[in-house]
């Protein structure tokens, strides 16, 4: 069955119909289409072409001729040639023939050795590009400068002031240690009582750790997070002290 719905037939479509044709209303046309029309052709039509539409063209007797556009030099003249030859400063006399020159000038200048002198040779240079670029070879690191200085080797200035101050500080140092010792308010620590303090810091590190370990893995409460670095600020100082503690031999403590 096909899918397309014809119309019921019926008799009255076989009669012809007439046909009705809709007028259309008239285009509208503005007023100002004129004027608009007139200032486009004074406007625009006059200069479509590359230049003025309209050129006067020469006559064909003044055709363009050889050398008519080159420029002219002006023309040399008596005048122009004594004003070339003028000079402004008057140059000496000629000395006369019973004039005498001047004797007993002397100077230092060796003429024989400037005679012989070699010519300047050209500053050595590297190339070091493929383009021809070149550069003093003297600055450009590939000479041994620095071992021919008279200074090399030794210590700078800035160096030997430092270790001053530090001898200088270290001094200072002994003498106020031996100050206390003889007052009797300090007292070193022994070999002894070092060891031991480091291992009771490393058992309470030791301790602190093992508390740390047993630690929640979800710290979701603040005390649970305020626990936790607690026991890490702790921790951390009590590296800090045994690092302290084996670093230094000599230790000094108040008798108090």
């Known amino acids: 069955m096909s899918g397309f719905i014809y119309p019921p037939e019926s008799v009255y479509n076989l009669l012809p119909k007439e046909e009705v044709h809709t007028q259309r209303p008239p285009r509208y046309m503005s007023k100002f289409r004129p004027a608009v029309v007139l200032e486009k052709r004074s406007i625009k039509e006059a200069m479509k072409t590359m230049g003025p539409a ?3 063209v020469p006559p ?6 050889k050398h008519s556009n080159d420029s ?3 023309e040399i003249t ?3 040639k004594e004003g070339r030859n003028t000079c402004a ?4 006399p000629v000395p006369a023939r019973t004039d005498q020159p001047l004797m007993g000038l002397h100077t230092k200048r060796d003429f024989i050795r400037t005679a012989s002198v070699v010519p300047m040779k050209p500053r050595p240079a590297c190339v070091d590009t493929s383009k021809g670029h070149k550069q003093p070879l003297e600055k450009s690191g590939l000479l041994p400068e620095y071992i021919k200085k008279k200074d090399y080797g030794e210590v700078p200035e800035y160096l030997k002031q430092r270790i001053e101050e530090e001898q200088r500080a270290h001094e200072e140092n002994l003498r ?5 010792r003889e007052q009797g308010t300090i007292k070193q620590l022994s070999d ?5 303090l480091i291992e009771g810091l490393k058992q309470s590190w030791d301790q602190l750790h093992h508390d740390y370990q047993g630690l929640s893995l979800v710290t ?18 009590l590296e800090t002290d045994i690092k302290f503690l084996e670093r230094f031999k000599t230790i000094y403590i108040p008798k108090n």
Not at 89 to 92: G, I, L, Q, S
Not at 222 to 234: F, I, P, V, W
């Open 192 to 196: 002894e009582e070092r060891q031991s």
């Open 220 to 237: 979701d409460t603040m005390k649970k997070k305020a626990h936790k670095q607690r026991l890490e600020g702790s921790m951390k100082q």
């Open 72 to 74: 002219k030099l002006p």
């Open 89 to 92: 400063v008057r140059k000496p």
């Open 78 to 80: 008596q005048c122009s």
């Open 60 to 65: 064909p007797d003044k055709y363009l001729k």
């Open 176 to 180: 106020f240690l031996k100050d206390q």
């Open 54 to 56: 309209k050129v006067e």
